[in-house]
């Protein structure tokens, strides 16, 4: 990469746009580390940021690595109790917040150093490119802390995650086999910052391979979505699958010229999404899979054609195994991107087998398929029902926007499928409805599998990264 060359194309709120060099993101970084130095802070000591989409959160994750600062991005939607759990566990020594949210970050509690963004006298260089002191930058070991990230919840309280270097420069792995754009391309990772795919996604591994990011701060619409997509000619789109969901429900696709590339992680997509997309741009969207422990661990491989519902295959070099149905990595440094601790100390179990917890599924040719966190999984009379089966019957029907399956208990059979159904916009739900998607679901999959439950809700209950929350349905 060279100074001159496009890093950061910035969408603002106000529509304003900026383009953004290498060269210019290093002499900010540099100095907003310094602003960092004269706060105290040093090696080792945490800085949490609570900024969108913008050049400031860049900025400071980039100078948080230069000085050997642990960076801890949060999202913009956790509210005060979040934030006050987060900063209990994580001691920061600074916190970097968007002047937007800085009323929760104070009902929180937090009375500590602050920056406040945007304050272009610590994120920019002065007149004539002067960028103050500089910044020495901390030689770190590949198992240092770098990084915080925070799971997703969907199953129990988040969890602190501590990252080495290591997970830097290790998403080179799937910035090649799996993200994969080329020099001098732009990428659009659209996931909120505070997320472990938006850590790696929306700015290091593109960065990686040379090609610029994609800054949007703007909440998701999905006619917006696809605006942006042409207007900047994104070649390498990243998405959550349930914005790929809304998308191909509710806006209508096409072709796009520039675009070359879709990828999808966090959730199996359902066979009729990827139908709709195929046909409408041309491109498979290419599924991936990981945890916030490892990042990114399986990949759809580049040179073949995408398999609905399949998440790919391991990442080279990446040693996974099933057992009992369930996914293991049976080393954990075959991963270059494996954490080092837990929040607290804790070290990560590096000397033997991770267990994913997710249950998983092999075809003949070694392709994998999510089938359902092993708590997910709904056994009903004897048998074995991934919940992901149900709800892509479910949502190939053309009344039904969303749905997740759970257990729920039952005398005889010891638990049967309910099915809590968002119906698409104008559809009204009724008995007769319900009744119509129970005998869908026959004709789509095994029969035994078909809700024999069925309910209507205006929303599922969901993390921050889009995933449903299929604990509270069942807790519900």
Known sequence: ????????????????????????????????????????????????????????????????????????????????????????????????????????????????????????????????????????????????????????????????????????SGQALQAEHWLAPERGELVWCTAATGWSKSARNVFI??????????LHDARFDHNQRLEVLEREAVNVLCMAPTEYRVIAKRATLRRYPALRGLVAAGEALNPEVLRAWKEATGLEIRDGYGQTETGQLTGMPLDEGARPGSMGKPLPGIDLMLEGGELVLRTPLSDPTFFVAYLGGEPAPVDQPWRTGDRVREDEDGYLYFEGRGDDVIISSGYRIGPFEVESALVSHRAVAEAAAVAAPDEERGSVVRAVVVLREGVAPSDALARELQEWVKGQTAPYKYPRIVEFADELPKTATGKVRRALLRDG
Not at 116 to 145: C, H, M, N, W, Y
């Open 1 to 168: 990469m060279k100074p001159g060359d496009r890093a950061l194309v910035e969408l603002r709120r106000d529509n304003s746009r900026r383009e953004w060099t290498f060269g210019e993101v290093d002499r900010a970084a540099n100095r907003f580390a310094a602003h960092l130095t004269k706060l105290g802070v040093a090696r080792g000591d945490v800085v949490m940021t609570l900024i969108g989409n913008r050049p400031e959160w860049v900025i400071a994750l980039v100078a948080c690595f230069r000085l050997g600062a642990v960076a801890l991005p949060c999202n913009e939607q956790l509210r005060a109790g979040d934030l006050r759990a987060r900063l209990a566990v994580a001691k920061p020594r600074v916190v970097v917040c968007d002047e937007r949210n800085l009323s929760e970050l104070v009902g929180a509690g937090w009375s500590g150093e602050t920056v406040v963004a945007p304050d272009k006298d610590a994120f920019e260089p002065g007149p004539g490119g002067d960028t103050g002191p500089l910044a020495s930058i901390t030689e770190l070991r590949a198992t240092d802390p770098a990084l915080i990230t925070f799971t997703s919840g969907t199953t129990g309280s988040a969890k602190g995650i501590v990252h080495g270097r290591r997970y830097v």
């Open 205 to 214: 591994a593109p960065w990686l391979r040379g090609a610029a990011a994609l």
